[in-house]
């Protein structure tokens, strides 16, 4: 539904206000409409045939590991649907970062595991996927449940492209990145020191 914001600012006696519309398009929530999207994860699990994040209705996203061990990202628009599977089981009890993504634009999926592209295959294109259902996390009220350690999930309404970035930089920011040490390049001792410079005694 569409809401309207009123915006009082204490700083004008005169009572300036501004009262600013907010469709539903424009809430930050996992409801994905006709954008580009991608699914994140970091995880390890020896599970299979389950959940990892779902909010599907007659439409809507999901990304599972299928009965092999492999991910599976299906979007599905009224009348369309379209599926990927990763080439490689993810289920092997060890941590893995995963990417699904899907570029609307270009009606192509891509999924990437730790930091490489393991595969792409066509999307749907900007139909809506928009949905009534619950957003289930590792598992649903039905089943399918993730045994596991889920360290993040992340839906972001957009693509790599989108974030002017790419895997690569994606995967070194998040797991080598310069808040992992000091300004000097030193990994802490122990505890990371709130200043600039790791204290060393």
Request: charged share 30%.
């Amino acid at each position: 539904k569409t809401l309207t914001i009123p915006i009082r600012f204490r700083w004008d006696k005169g009572g300036q206000k501004d009262d600013r519309k907010v469709t539903s398009r424009d809430f930050k929530s996992p409801q994905v409409w006709g954008s580009n999207f991608c699914i994140e994860a970091y995880f390890k699990t020896e599970s299979k045939d389950c959940v990892l994040l779902q909010k599907m209705d007659e439409s809507g996203y999901g990304l599972t590991i299928d009965s092999l061990g492999r991910l599976l990202f299906t979007v599905k628009a009224s009348g369309v649907s379209s599926d990927l599977k990763s080439g490689q089981k993810i289920n092997d009890g060890k941590w893995h970062h995963v990417i699904a993504q899907a570029d609307r634009s270009a009606k192509k999926f891509t999924i990437y595991v730790d930091s490489e592209r393991d595969s792409s295959g066509p999307g749907i294109g900007d139909d809506s996927i928009n949905n009534d259902g619950d957003l289930f996390v590792c598992g649903t009220p039905n089943g399918k449940y993730l045994k596991g350690t889920v360290e993040f999930v992340r839906i972001s309404l957009g693509t790599l492209k989108d974030a002017k970035t790419d895997i690569k930089e994606l995967y070194a920011w998040q797991f080598n990145g310069p808040f992992l040490r000091d300004f000097a390049g030193s990994k802490p001792k122990g505890k990371r020191d709130a200043g600039a410079i790791e204290l060393i005694n």
